[in-house]
């Protein structure tokens, strides 16, 4: 087999343990997520034997230290006796083991530029027949998950019980979406509504959060096409962005009054719509203070946060809305040492503009989202997440001068 028809088969792995594990429910249940886990060690074997029978160089990059932090440290604290739940940490360990090689394979198989444009362009096409999918569903699932799960408790949205995750997902995929948009080609009013089916689902899904990001995303990317450094063609092309702006506009508008948007609205005028999370959030931080060396173990959340809840409000809370706070204390310093290193590497170079809006925004606005709420415990959001974040650094410094990704020819 040649090294381009394995890097295709490849991707083509990628893609469908992504879309497996979006549509599995996120992959939150054990089943979903060990078939993610077994797809990622398989891949990752996979590639050791084609590396070991046809030698070549492999490919680094600087994000699989900080991201090999979790597996690591999560190891270290059910083999030390650190963590105050074994069971639950050796689980998370595994976890964080599997989407580690799944980054790790995404990274060699995203040194070839066609294998990244492929991938991208495969993730807006996949995001829009979710939004489809998504928007279908929720006008005639009567809460029901595919029309016959049914959700005790939460806010469906796709294949997600919560819509909060459906929302994190999405921000992953607009910009790219929008940035097909504003390319000027035949194509340009297909990928408009493509953009607008996506930012309208993230509307109707009733987050509020990704909708604020969401929004946010779509002035970035507007704004800095407008205001590049102008080009010889530049006059033309702005001239289209005021078009795609407008209908981009417009759809949010008319989802805003679709009956279904209500809830949207009223979880806006909440008085104090963080005040619960708030409290949970206070609360896991005395925990983390009380253990900020080593933490209580990964994945050991549930069992801990009891004992630190102020009053109890007949709710189990599976996860502290606060990712940056609940890794902070499941892991210690290790937690926000990550989230450190990460920002540090994402926002010291000058990135492209183009690779910048594809790929730092989107990573960036997920990160900012699990300030929130838990994006990042999530199994598929968070490969997503990871997928998306393997699309930088392609191939190593040198490669990525040479060879940078642009949406100039996608397909």
């Known amino acids: 087999m040649t090294p381009y028809r394995f890097r295709v088969l ?7 343990l992504l879309a497996f594990a979006v549509l599995a429910f996120g992959a939150v249940d054990t089943w979903a997520l060990t078939i993610l886990a077994v797809g990622s060690f398989a891949l990752a074997a996979a590639w050791a034997v084609r590396l070991a029978l046809h030698p070549a160089p492999v490919v680094w990059n600087p994000f699989l230290l900080p991201l090999a932090i979790p597996a690591l440290w999560t190891a270290a604290q059910q083999a030390l006796g650190w963590s105050v739940f074994p069971y639950r940490t050796s689980a998370e360990a595994l976890k964080w083991l599997a989407l580690w090689l799944l980054f790790a394979v995404a990274v060699q198989v995203f040194a070839d530029t066609s294998m990244r444009r492929g991938f991208g362009l495969a993730l807006v ?42 929302g994190s997902l999405m921000e992953l995929i607009v910009p790219s979406a929008l940035l097909l948009a504003l390319r000027p080609s035949r194509q340009q009013l297909i990928y408009g509504a493509v953009a607008a089916m996506l930012v309208a689902s993230v509307v109707l899904s009733g987050s509020r ?69 708030w409290t949970l959030v206070q609360s896991t931080w005395r925990l983390f203070l009380s253990r900020p060396w080593v933490g209580f173990g990964g994945g050991t959340f549930e069992q801990v946060y009891p004992s630190a809840a102020p009053f109890d409000l007949g ?11 609940q890794f902070a204390m499941e892991w210690g310093v290790a ?22 809006l594809r790929v730092v925004l989107p990573v960036l606005t997920v990160l900012a989202h699990s300030w929130v709420d838990f994006p990042l415990q999530i199994p598929a959001v968070a490969a997503a997440w990871l997928l998306t974040l393997a699309l930088l650094h392609p191939g190593g410094r040198a490669a990525t001068r040479a060879a940078e990704p642009t949406l100039e020819n996608p397909l």
């Open 209 to 277: 959060a990704a909708t604020v990001l969401v929004a946010i995303q779509i002035l970035v990317v507007l704004g800095s096409k407008t205001f590049a450094p102008a080009r010889s063609s530049a006059g033309p092309h702005r001239r289209r962005l005021w078009p795609v702006a407008a209908a981009l506009a417009a759809v949010a508008g008319i989802a805003l009054f679709v009956v279904t948007s209500r809830s949207l609205l009223d979880r806006f005028e909440e008085e104090q719509p963080y005040q619960v999370r």
């Open 125 to 166: 096409w996949f995001g829009f027949a979710l939004s489809t999918f998504a928007l279908i569903q929720n006008f005639t699932s009567r809460g029901m998950i595919y029309w016959l799960v049914p959700v005790v408790a939460g806010k469906i949205f796709g294949p997600f019980v919560n819509a909060n995750h459906f």
């Open 335 to 356: 937690g926000p040492a990550m989230l450190a290193s990460i920002l540090w590497l994402l926002l010291r170079r000058r990135w492209p503009l183009d690779l910048w």
């Open 315 to 325: 709710v189990v809370w599976t996860h502290a809305h606060n990712d940056p706070v």
């Open 10 to 16: 490849s991707t083509a792995a990628l893609f469908a």
